[in-house]
């Protein structure tokens, strides 16, 4: 019944992006499925994924425990958003 839209933890999640990396992008302007990382993508680098990894446990308490999970969850927002729905606290 609280349970956050789909679109709504998407469009937070781009917003601390933004701020937490200091992009120049707009919200609307990330896709949801955008590679994060490589040229065909957003571009960030590694010391972008460790502020990013930081961001994340502060805003969504979401804790990545290693480089390997960060691989993962650290693709695009889609998979952020997945990994921060699999792990929310039931009734959260």
């Given at each position: 019944?609280?349970?956050?839209?789909?679109?709504?933890?998407?469009?937070?999640?781009?917003?601390?992006?933004?701020?937490?990396?200091?992009?120049?992008?707009?919200?609307?302007?990330i896709?949801?499925?955008?590679?994060?990382f490589?040229?065909?993508?957003?571009?960030?680098?590694?010391?972008?994924?460790?502020?990013?990894?930081?961001?994340?446990?502060?805003?969504?308490?979401?804790?990545?425990?290693?480089?390997?999970?960060?691989?993962?969850?650290?693709?695009?927002?889609?998979?952020?958003?997945?990994?921060?729905?699999?792990?929310a606290?039931?009734?959260?």
């Amino acid at each position: 019944m609280a349970e956050v839209e789909d679109g709504d933890l998407k469009t937070r999640i781009k917003s601390v992006m933004i701020e937490e990396l200091m992009l120049q992008e707009e919200p609307d302007e990330i896709s949801d499925s955008e590679p994060l990382f490589g040229p065909e993508g957003l571009g960030l680098d590694s010391v972008d994924a460790l502020q990013l990894v930081v961001a994340i446990e502060k805003h969504f308490g979401l804790k990545i425990p290693d480089a390997d999970a960060a691989k993962g969850i650290l693709t695009s927002v889609d998979t952020i958003a997945e990994a921060i729905d699999k792990n929310a606290p039931a009734g959260a």
